[in-house]
């Protein structure tokens, strides 16, 4: 298993400033991911951050609103941008050594008003 | 289209009572199968992951099941406990670009004392 952590835990922001998420993990992995939790829904990948170059969007995401940075095996950040009210959501970040389990971070809870 | 579609939506049980979520999935080319328990404010933990060619997968009082010839799986939780009350999610993994995920809505189960 893999133990992640992620900075803050939970925070409120006011619209049209950015907030920047940290998840740190117990040991190297593959592969880091970025997730959207919005309230009563299941989870939507932002991106796949890829160590040492650019992270890798879905469709409907882009690094102006979203950066990411990996800058090793065992840690990232994404920042949510220039915020508004439709971005309050839980952002998880995960975790995969090989494509059979991914483990999750404990998410952070951000409220924008 | 790849989906994932899950039912009930959200169900009430009885302490000590047994219950069983479903799962229908069209994703394709499959990879594996999984269940994630989420608790409310918290990231999900995995139950059971389950590959093609395996039909029954247990961890504890969690019992998943697949038939991927109908594709279908699902999720019997044994003699309920009030800490079974969580969100059940499942997910599919695909063959391809990179074994992405795509989440069911997953299952509110609310176990009552």
Known sequence: ?113 | KNQVEQSPQSLIILEGKNCTLQCNYTVSPFSNLRWYKQDTGRGPVSLTIMTFSENTKSNGRYTATLDADTKQSSLHITASQLSDSASYICVVSRKAAGNKLTFGGGTRVLVKP
């Open chain 1, 1 to 113: 298993s893999a133990v992640i952590s992620q900075k803050p835990s939970r925070d409120i922001c006011q619209r049209g400033t950015s907030l920047t998420i940290q998840c740190q993990v117990d040991s190297q992995v593959t592969m880091m991911f970025w997730y959207r939790q919005q309230p009563g829904q299941s989870l939507t990948l932002i991106a796949t951050a890829n160590q040492g170059s650019e992270a890798t969007y879905e469709s409907g995401f882009v690094i102006d609103k979203f950066p990411i940075s990996r800058p090793n095996l065992t840690f990232s950040t994404l920042t949510v941008s220039n915020m508004s009210p439709e971005d309050s959501s839980i952002y998880l970040c995960s975790v995969a050594r090989n494509q059979e389990t991914q483990y999750f971070g404990p998410g952070t809870r951000l409220l924008v008003l």
